[in-house]
């Protein structure tokens, strides 16, 4: 298919044209408000333009359906982008759907502030590439993260097939898999049962849900905040074991990879983790 960019400034794209406007690649989950829908949809920002911006989401939207988002800028005021869907395609790799998404007409002062923030995005990505350069190998996938780890174990329950439910901790959970603390010695391949219940504390960074009346150039107007701290179901899945990590806290470690994870679940962990990011980011990456 072809993206299309529209918005001033921009050019449209197709084949092998090339676009008018830097994209930066971003790989960051996001929750956004689509075509007046009830509550919010998540997915993740794929690229970011002056002029429009690409995401993935397991949600189908409609072509010229309204996305409206918030960027978030360190401790800057968040960016309120708007725009409407260009184009859409199916990945060739896992499930859901990329979209092209092309912003409507920015103000002057939104626009500048926008090309601020992708031109620091810019400047931290050749950072660290030089950074990557004089430093060390990265450590292996087991070390990774580790401030993350530390800060959203919760318990979990886990047994194999057959077996007793036992009591074990979770230290590290995203939409593919997690990190499973637990007294049992399992080899590569065992398969699993687990539920758990995502920590709620976590949504205390999003607003409430309801009406707010905003100030915009064109005077003021009402916009409705999705109600992103509803609490979070227990999760019920199936997985398999695919590495053994160092032990934590005395506890044998695992790195098990979900099996059967339905849709809505994911985007469940994708919104836990959107908060827990926002959480670390307004407490100084604690």
Same mark, same amino acid.
């Given at each position: 298919m072809s993206w299309i960019t529209r918005g001033s400034g921009g050019s449209s794209q197709s084949g092998g044209t090339q676009r008018a406007t830097f994209r930066q690649s971003l790989e960051m989950p996001i929750a956004f408000e689509a075509g007046g829908r009830p509550a919010p949809v998540y997915g993740t920002l794929i690229d970011l333009s002056e002029t429009g911006c690409r995401l993935r989401s397991l949600v189908l939207l409609d072509r010229e359906?309204?996305?409206?988002?918030? *960027?978030?800028?360190?401790?800057?005021? $968040? @960016?309120?982008?708007?725009?409407?869907?260009?184009? #859409? /395609?199916?990945?060739?790799?896992?499930?859901?759907?990329?979209?092209?998404?092309?912003?409507?007409? *920015?103000?002057?002062?939104?626009?500048? $502030? @926008?090309?601020?923030?992708?031109?620091?995005?810019? #400047? /931290?990505?050749?950072?660290?590439?030089?950074?990557?350069r004089t430093e060390k190998p990265p450590a292996p996938p087991d070390?990774?993260?580790?401030?993350?780890?530390?800060?959203?174990?919760?318990?979990?329950?886990? /047994?194999?097939?057959?077996?007793?439910?036992?009591?074990?901790?979770?230290?590290?959970?995203?939409?593919?898999?997690?990190?499973?603390?637990?007294?049992?010695?399992?080899?590569d391949g065992t398969e699993i049962e687990i539920r758990f219940t995502l920590p709620s504390d976590v949504l205390e960074v999003f607003p409430k849900g309801g009406e707010r009346t905003e100030i915009t150039p064109f005077g003021p107007r009402k916009v409705r905040v999705p109600d992103n701290r509803r609490s979070f179901d227990q999760i019920y899945t199936r997985g398999h074991v695919v590495a053994k990590l160092p032990p934590l806290e005395g506890r044998n470690s695992y790195g098990v990879e979900f099996a059967n994870l339905d849709g809505y679940s994911r985007e469940e962990i994708m919104r836990f983790n959107h908060a827990l990011q926002l959480r670390r980011l307004r407490n100084g990456g604690k």
């Amino acid at each position: 298919m072809s993206w299309i960019t529209r918005g001033s400034g921009g050019s449209s794209q197709s084949g092998g044209t090339q676009r008018a406007t830097f994209r930066q690649s971003l790989e960051m989950p996001i929750a956004f408000e689509a075509g007046g829908r009830p509550a919010p949809v998540y997915g993740t920002l794929i690229d970011l333009s002056e002029t429009g911006c690409r995401l993935r989401s397991l949600v189908l939207l409609d072509r010229e359906c309204l996305v409206r988002f918030e *960027l978030r800028r360190g401790t800057g005021a $968040a @960016l309120k982008l708007r725009g409407h869907v260009a184009g #859409r /395609r199916s990945p060739r790799d896992g499930g859901g759907y990329e979209y092209g998404i092309s912003f409507d007409s *920015l103000a002057p002062q939104e626009r500048k $502030a @926008l090309l601020e923030e992708i031109m620091e995005m810019q #400047r /931290r990505d050749a950072a660290a590439r030089m950074q990557s350069r004089t430093e060390k190998p990265p450590a292996p996938p087991d070390q990774r993260r580790k401030d993350l780890r530390q800060s959203i174990s919760f318990p979990i329950s886990f /047994r194999r097939p057959g077996s007793a439910w036992q009591n074990a901790f979770c230290a590290d959970v995203s939409a593919g898999g997690i990190r499973l603390a637990c007294g049992d010695a399992m080899e590569d391949g065992t398969e699993i049962e687990i539920r758990f219940t995502l920590p709620s504390d976590v949504l205390e960074v999003f607003p409430k849900g309801g009406e707010r009346t905003e100030i915009t150039p064109f005077g003021p107007r009402k916009v409705r905040v999705p109600d992103n701290r509803r609490s979070f179901d227990q999760i019920y899945t199936r997985g398999h074991v695919v590495a053994k990590l160092p032990p934590l806290e005395g506890r044998n470690s695992y790195g098990v990879e979900f099996a059967n994870l339905d849709g809505y679940s994911r985007e469940e962990i994708m919104r836990f983790n959107h908060a827990l990011q926002l959480r670390r980011l307004r407490n100084g990456g604690k």
